[in-house]
């Protein structure tokens, strides 16, 4: 159950408009994600979250975009955010994920969250050779 509720003719105003408009151009498609809707509430918040989500997601960088999706699920599933999973996972399917790279993905997430809780049970020190400020910079 949320718990704000998504705003009425939320393109009536005029910052959410432009907003919707900008995701709806960006994306190549005339759906607002549910997310967006209830960000809606607060304009100055949607403007805010949907120029950095632009920035990161939707502009060229150095990670691929299917790349970028892969690590937001992966990151959803850690922060335990089904929303997220499930849009991201939508929106890595249709930048090509295949079932196979989507099973891979989630045996190296179920791997991670496995070997990050033991680690963090024995609290095990980092080794020397992980610590970029242990090891001479040979650069």
Same mark, same amino acid.
């Given at each position: 159950?949320?718990?704000?509720?998504?705003?009425?003719?939320?393109?009536?105003?005029?910052?959410?408009?432009?907003?919707? %408009? %900008?995701?709806?151009?960006?994306?190549?498609?005339?759906?607002? #994600?549910?997310?967006?809707r209830y960000l809606a509430f607060d304009p100055s918040l949607l403007?805010?979250?949907?120029?950095?989500?632009?920035? @990161?997601?939707?502009?060229?960088?150095?990670?691929?975009?299917?790349?970028?999706?892969?690590?937001?699920?992966?990151?959803?599933?850690? #922060?335990?955010?089904?929303?997220?999973?499930?849009?991201?996972?939508?929106?890595?399917?249709?930048?090509?994920?295949?079932?196979?790279?989507?099973?891979?993905?989630?045996?190296?997430?179920g791997l991670a969250a496995r070997t990050n809780h033991l680690a963090?049970?024995?609290?095990?020190?980092?080794?020397?050779?992980? %610590?970029?400020?242990? @090891?001479?910079d040979r650069s």
């Amino acid at each position: 159950m949320s718990t704000v509720k998504p705003v009425s003719q939320a393109e009536t105003t005029p910052r959410v408009k432009v907003v919707f %408009d %900008d995701i709806r151009a960006t994306r190549g498609s005339e759906h607002i #994600n549910h997310f967006w809707r209830y960000l809606a509430f607060d304009p100055s918040l949607l403007e805010a979250t949907w120029a950095e989500v632009k920035q @990161v997601m939707a502009t060229p960088s150095a990670l691929d975009p299917l790349t970028k999706e892969l690590i937001y699920i992966a990151v959803s599933v850690a #922060n335990g955010c089904g929303y997220c999973v499930h849009s991201h996972t939508a929106a890595a399917r249709a930048k090509g994920m295949s079932a196979a790279q989507h099973a891979d993905l989630l045996a190296v997430v179920g791997l991670a969250a496995r070997t990050n809780h033991l680690a963090t049970a024995l609290q095990v020190p980092v080794d020397s050779a992980f %610590d970029r400020d242990a @090891v001479p910079d040979r650069s």
